[in-house]
C-alpha cells in the first residue's frame, strides 16, 4: 500500500541528489504542482523559486487565488504575467496537438528566461503518471501531449526533476493531505488550461466566454452539492464549440455558438465515467449559462461519453 510519509522523505532525498544547486518550480496552484513545490522547497530551501505564469487561460479569479493560497503557506511565489504572449502564440492554431505544442513550448521559453535570471539550470515540475503515459512515452500508446511532457520542445536547456512522476491523482492527493496543502481536493485543472476547452478560436473573447461558462458550471454544480442534490463529481467544466444554431432571442432570431457541460467520475483520470447530474441542476446551468452569455451562446448540451472512448477534455 502507499505510504505517503515514506514517500515524502524519500522523495525529499531524491531530490538533493538530483538537483545539485538553483531550481526553479513551476506552479499552476494545482496539486501536483503544489506537491512538487512543497516536496522541492524541503529539500532546496533558499536554492528554489517558485514561478506561477498567468497565461491568461485560468479559470474566473484563479490567479489571484493561487497567488493567495501561496502566500498563505510562507511560499514566495513569482508571478509572470504572459497572457498576451500566449494568445499571441496561438492565434490560428486549432489543431489540438498544435495547441498543446505551442503552449508547452511557451511554458518552457518563460521558465527559461525565469530559471537564467535566478541562475537555475533545474526545472521542477508536477508531472503525475497519466501526464506522460498519455503523452506517450515509455511505450504506451499517445493520445494527447500534455503540456508538460510531449509539449516539450526538443532544445530547452533546464534538467527536468519530476518528484511525483510515478503517482496517480489519489495518491498525490494523500501526500498534499499528509503535507496541509490547501488544494488536495481541488478538481483537476488541465496545464494548457482554457485553451483546450475552447474549440472556437483562442482569442480573449472566446477564452472570456468559457471561462464564465465554466465558472457557472462549478457554481451551480457545487451549489447543488451543498443542498444534497448531487455527489461533488470528479470533474466538471463547459467547453465552447464554434458549432452555431438558431434560436429565438429577446430581439428576434439568434445565432449563438454552443457550450457544452462535461462531468466525470474517475480515479485517476485514465478512464472516466460521465456523472449523473439531475436534469433539474443541468436545466438550470443551462438557462444560467444562455441568461449571461445570451450574445454568444445559444445552445447549451451536455455530454454523456465515458473515457473511453472519449477523453475527459475535448483536446
Ligand atoms: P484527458 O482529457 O486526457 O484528461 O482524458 C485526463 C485528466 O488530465 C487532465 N489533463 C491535463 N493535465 N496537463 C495537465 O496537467 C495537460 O496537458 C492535461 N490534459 C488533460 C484533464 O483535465 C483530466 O483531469
Redesign the pocket.
Known amino acids: 500500500m502507499f505510504d505517503p510519509v515514506k514517500f515524502i522523505d524519500e522523495s525529499v532525498e531524491l531530490i538533493k541528489k538530483q538537483a545539485v544547486g538553483k531550481a526553479i518550480i513551476a506552479c ?1 496552484g ?1 496539486v ?1 504542482s503544489s506537491v512538487a513545490a512543497v516536496l522541492a522547497g524541503r529539500a532546496l530551501g533558499d536554492n528554489l523559486l517558485a514561478v506561477f505564469v498567468d497565461t491568461g487561460l485560468m479559470r474566473k479569479d484563479e490567479p489571484e487565488e493561487v497567488e493567495k493560497m501561496f502566500r498563505d503557506s510562507g511560499i514566495e511565489l513569482r508571478r509572470v504575467n504572459a497572457s498576451h504572449e500566449y494568445f499571441e502564440a496561438l492565434r490560428g492554431v486549432t489543431d489540438p496537438e498544435e495547441k ?1 505544442k505551442a ?2 513550448e511557451k511554458f518552457i521559453r518563460i521558465f527559461e528566461r525565469e530559471a537564467k535570471a535566478f541562475g537555475a539550470k533545474y526545472l521542477v515540475q ?3 503518471a ?2 506522460w503515459m ?2 506517450g512515452a515509455e511505450g504506451h500508446t499517445k ?7 510531449g ?1 516539450l520542445p526538443e532544445d530547452m536547456n533546464m534538467i527536468l526533476v519530476e518528484p511525483v512522476r510515478n503517482l496517480y ?1 489519489e495518491e498525490v492527493r494523500q501526500v498534499a493531505r499528509e503535507l496541509g496543502i490547501k488544494s488536495s481536493e481541488r ?6 488550461g482554457l485553451a ?1 476547452r475552447c474549440l472556437a478560436e483562442v482569442t480573449p473573447k472566446n477564452i472570456g466566454i468559457v471561462r464564465e461558462a465554466c465558472h457557472i458550471v462549478e457554481d451551480e454544480t457545487a451549489k447543488a452539492a451543498e443542498k444534497g442534490k448531487l455527489k461533488l463529481p ?2 466538471y ?1 463547459a467547453v465552447l464549440l464554434p458549432a452555431r444554431s438558431v434560436g429565438v432571442g429577446k430581439s428576434g432570431r439568434s445565432y449563438g455558438m454552443t457550450v457544452v457541460i462535461r462531468a ?1 467520475e ?1 480515479a485517476d ?2 478512464t ?1 465515467t460521465h456523472s449523473d447530474i439531475p436534469l433539474s441542476v443541468l436545466n438550470k446551468i443551462s438557462k444560467r449559462i444562455t441568461d449571461t452569455l445570451k450574445d454568444d451562446v445559444g445552445r447549451v448540451v451536455y455530454d454523456l461519453t465515458d ?1 473511453p472512448p ?6
Open positions: 499552476s494545482g501536483d498543446r503552449i508547452g508536477g508531472t503525475i497519466p501526464d498519455e503523452s493520445i494527447k501531449s500534455h503540456h508538460n511532457v509539449g491523482k478538481q483537476p485543472f488541465p496545464g494548457p483546450v470528479w470533474q467544466f466525470v474517475s483520470g485514465m472516466a473515457k472519449a477523453t475527459v477534455e475535448w483536446e
